[in-house]
């Protein structure tokens, strides 16, 4: 079976410590309001917490005047009333406080578990609509680590981050506000740690976004060591190649690099931080010291300066937390990028933007490859050259030739798998780019050598390709394919489960229940690559002659090594080197002596 190019092996392998420049440079574009955006089709619950956050700074700001008044007024006058109010007052506030602080949580979490979901629902679906050659030059444990990994990591900043940003900032603001009507003295004195704590938070985020980038990549080559490793074509592999103790060298290697990143991350700039800690920690101190000099003596009561020292303890805390909600987003600039570049994926085959009205059913079957070129965008050399061939309604083409002649990429054409560089492939007249997708998987039915099967149920497994297929119809499909007899003796019968791709059953048994899945699909074009090649000869003339059953009224493209699974064909077609060598039938291409006959010799 041809297949495009694939990256080296040496290259799958790599891991690289540091972000390149352009990476470097990209995570420093994903663009802030782009993630705002995320956030807008939820601005009305998002606008509902910030307000919930406003009222409750705000009313958290009445226990130090609360305070204030215990001390200077309610206790030196002995005043019992009021010291009942006040600190009743204070149980109210504390109370409300906590109240909107659970609506909070709960509006919050449930945009952020929306914008998740958004998120991952996006990717995959964006991922769907990629072209064969994005996955065979891409690893699938990539793939699998942007989706859960990345976007995993991303939860903590995008479920709490606007939230964070509302609550901190309000509260550091109102605070602010209450500490200059108490005293702007000494306001002033607890301000001057602002600069130095703004530039520390700097330094610490960027040196976490970059640690971020190599973790998420660490952790994209460790899913790929566990996609190649444990699958069960990887542990066949590895036990046929005596290559376990490798991988099991090459997971710990690469675990132990990720301990060293997390811990990295953990540490960034600690010692900055705890440096800031103990610089707040002291300003009480330095307030206290200037409430007795001389010149401030006098100037404000003993309540006074506690409700001050209380206020001053609560702006430092949502300072604090602004500010690391800053490295935060900063530090998580490198997964949003991550995720970002797999959105903004061109899509290579796409829904028709002036789409055909074709009606599935009516379809006659002809097919016509138009001076069709196709060139691998990693590829020298052109696949197809100027292919000129035109199938009949009902007919048989076979596509025969050298491994590399270019057959399976010339029938992956016909379902676009790959849309041709040059030319034009047709189906009754029209170009398969103006025909809708799913219009087009029911016109074009493919079975490949490759059998690919789904680790659940037979029935399940045929159902994949008609979900609303009956019993019966399940039934007759598997009977066509001849495995039916097989499918009904197992004590499970169609509820047998298949096995992880489909190892549960032989080489053989799996083609026949790909065969099974297709023909669900009654499709009115065939492309059988190889179908038949994982058959035994007896099963393949059985199922041969299923296809011949089959095929009438139908177009078939087949691909064949095995020139018996060709003789009866309509036409066949020589390939060599992506273009037409020769074409005929069985009989004429045997008298012509050219390279079908030296296939057949």
């Not at 226990?63 to 005043?79: C, E, K, N």
């Not at 520390?200 to 990549?217: D, G, H, L």
Request: aromatic share 4%; glycine share 8%; charged share 20%.
């Amino acid at each position: 079976m041809d297949s495009a190019p694939t990256t080296s092996g040496r290259g799958r392998f790599r891991t690289p410590d540091k972000p390149s420049a352009a990476e470097r440079q990209q995570a420093r574009e994903v663009s802030l309001r782009r993630i705002a955006r995320l956030f807008t089709p939820y601005r009305w619950s998002v606008a509902g917490v910030v307000a919930i956050i406003v009222a409750s700074s705000v009313v958290g700001l009445a226990s130090p005047f609360l305070l204030r008044a215990v001390i200077d007024d309610a206790l030196p006058q002995q005043d019992l009333r009021l010291l009942v109010l006040l600190t009743a007052g204070m149980v109210a506030v504390a109370a409300l406080t906590s109240v909107l602080g659970v609506l909070q949580t709960w509006i919050n979490t449930q945009v952020g578990q929306r914008v998740m979901h958004t998120l991952r629902t996006d990717v995959f679906g964006h991922l769907q609509r990629q072209s064969i050659a994005f996955f065979t030059r891409t690893r699938t444990g990539e793939v699998q680590s942007r989706i859960t990994n990345d976007i995993g990591g991303m939860q903590s900043v995008v479920t709490s981050t606007a939230t964070s940003v509302a609550s901190n900032l309000t509260t550091t603001v109102a605070t602010a506000v209450a500490m200059a009507v108490l005293s702007w003295r000494l306001s002033l004195i607890s301000l001057v740690v602002m600069p130095p704590a703004i530039w520390i938070s700097r330094r610490v985020a960027r040196m976490r976004r970059e640690i971020t980038s190599a973790q998420q990549r660490e952790l994209a080559d460790l899913n790929v060591t566990i996609e190649e490793g444990l699958s069960i074509n990887g542990v066949q592999l590895a036990k046929a190649m005596g290559a376990g103790p490798m991988l099991v060298r090459r997971f710990t290697e690469s675990s132990a690099r990720l301990i060293d990143l997390e811990l990295r991350s953990s540490l960034a700039g600690r010692w900055r931080m705890a440096s800031m800690s103990v610089l707040f920690a002291a300003i009480p101190a330095v307030i206290y010291l200037g409430a007795g000099l001389p010149m401030t003596a006098g100037t404000m009561t003993i309540g006074t300066l506690i409700a001050f020292t209380a206020l001053q303890s609560q702006l430092f805390r949502p300072l604090m937390g602004l500010l690391n909600t800053g490295v935060q987003v900063v530090s998580s600039l490198a997964l949003f990028q991550r995720v970002f570049e797999y959105l903004d994926l061109p899509v290579d085959i796409d829904e028709p933007t002036d789409p055909v009205d074709l009606d599935p059913t009516q379809v006659r079957g002809e097919v016509r490859f138009e001076q069709v070129g196709f060139s691998y965008a990693d590829a020298g050399a052109a696949a197809l050259v100027d292919i000129d061939l035109a199938v009949p309604a009902g007919s048989t083409l076979a596509l025969v030739g050298e491994t590399g002649s270019g057959k399976t990429t010339l029938g992956s054409l016909v379902a676009r798998l790959h849309d041709p560089t040059t030319g034009r492939v047709t189906i009754d007249g029209v170009d398969v780019r103006r025909i809708r997708l799913a219009d087009l998987a029911e016109i074009v039915g493919t079975v490949s050598q490759e059998t690919y099967l789904l680790h659940t149920t037979v029935r399940e497994n045929l159902r994949y390709a008609k979900p609303d297929a009956t019993d019966a119809e399940l039934e007759q499909a598997a009977r066509a394919a001849r495995i039916h007899d097989l499918i009904a003796s197992l004590p499970d019968g169609y509820d047998t489960m298949v096995g992880s791709r489909g190892h549960r059953f032989s080489g053989g048994e799996k083609q026949r229940i790909a065969i099974a899945r297709t023909l669900l699909r009654n499709p009115r074009i065939l492309v059988l690559d190889e179908a038949t090649s994982a058959l035994d000869t007896e099963t393949e003339r059985a199922v041969q002659e299923a296809f011949d059953t089959l095929a009438a009224g139908r177009t078939t493209i087949t691909i064949a090594h095995r020139l018996s699974t060709v003789r009866g064909a309509d036409q066949i077609v020589v390939l060599d080197h992506g273009r037409v060598a020769e074409r005929g039938t069985h009989e004429t291409l045997l008298e012509g002596e050219g390279r079908y006959a030296a296939l057949a010799a």
